[in-house]
């Protein structure tokens, strides 16, 4: 692994204290950082280097998963550096150019610099020009820039922003996060049938009679209205995560492939994806609200009486879909995707449902495979086992269970891939430009509310007409 800097920009925000300072230490816990490298925090306060450093170590404490320990503590935080930055400041470029000159020479640094975007999303744009102009993306050895979401807000915008990043950076050199990427049972979808062969005739549109994708959420829009109300569900978790999840599940990966090829299966993935046309936006599409009710038995309001929503607002907490990709692997198979916030639950999971044989239709519970995500981790396979004492078929779940206690996070395997550069687990532009593409129409008709806006209970499973999404195929959630 080669040496670097590590430039982050947003230092002193959430993301840095909860995520990133804990996943650079576990990655230093473990032997998987660069032997000599410099990380250099920036915010918009000034803050002496001794005090930033006591602010990482404050994050550690209270949010790493593993516990921080004296040996290689006061090593690890001398890694760090503090530097006042203004976006819009030329000055704050050139200190900035000089800070990372600096250690480069004092740490024998050969000019590989990792820029992490931890910033407002209208800021994206402006620090990489900045980059740019200053002459900082200018060096002798490798640039890469990792930028957070949202990655535009709509198809215009998503555009005129890779169009932006790529006048400093090429698109090999663009990293964009989608943390649910970086999950380690998502991480697995791409090896599972090459390192399950049994499972690779199984796999097949002769025998799945659909996949469901789950991930709901028993949080409300929390202090993030703001954002929110202007996202809604279908920007927050549809164009990227979910979308994301049917490209990795919609994978056929039967032996092990580079993360260009598996890249270009996305895409082929996405370009496969059946548009959803205006006429068949009703059918193939629930949109929902969600109303006052009850979560784990305490009382919440509705999302109009969240603070900071407009009590008028007709934002999605709740979206599902039945989508389509026609492809000789997937023809005929319906993909049905839902997510929402302030439901029972929360669970991210992946459900491949196989086909009955007819003649039993009415009495055998389908087999499953199912991936647990999120809270769980695991594979179970529900299959139908006879009762000796009614002599009836029973479904039974066996479960292989992968959590293990010190399971790296997300961000540390995404931080890990960066750092020696791995863009497998990161979106890749063609396929954000199709996802958003996908998801234009869906746009316009909220836009316009030509789709209904199902109200729900907090606390229930979603709308009732999610439920008759499925029904109208002689489906139901699993
Ligand atoms: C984020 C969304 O990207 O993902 C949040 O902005 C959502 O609204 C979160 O709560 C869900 O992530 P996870 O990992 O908890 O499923």
Redesign the pocket.
Known sequence: MQDMTFVLFGATGDLAKRKLFPALYNLFLDGKLPDSFSIIGLGRNYFPDDIFQSKVESALREYSRSTVQTTGLNEFLAKFRYCKFDAADDDSYLNLHELIKDSEIELNIPGNRLFYLSVAPQLVDVITLGLNKSGISQTKGWKRLIVE?PFGSDLKTARQLNETLNSTFSDEEIYRID??LG?PMVQNLESFEFANPIFGSILDHKRIANIQIT?S?T?GV?T?AEY?DR?GAIR??VQ??LLQLVMMTALHLPEKMTAEEIRKQKVTIMESLRPIYIENIARDIVRGQYQAGEIFDTPVVGYTEEPGVDASSMNDTYFAARLHIDNPSWSGIPFYIRTG?RIGR?S?KIVIEFKNDVKHTDRLTPNLLIFE??PSEGISLMINMKNPSSNQFEPNFINFSTITEDQPE?YELLLFDAIRGNATFFANWKEVELSWLWIQPLLKAFQENSLPLHPYPAGSDGPEAANQLLQADQFNWW
Request: charged fraction near 40%.
């Open positions: 979401k943390h649910y999950k991930a959420e949080v929390e993030r929110y996202a927050d978790m990227n995560h916030k929360k991210t995500i999120s997300a």
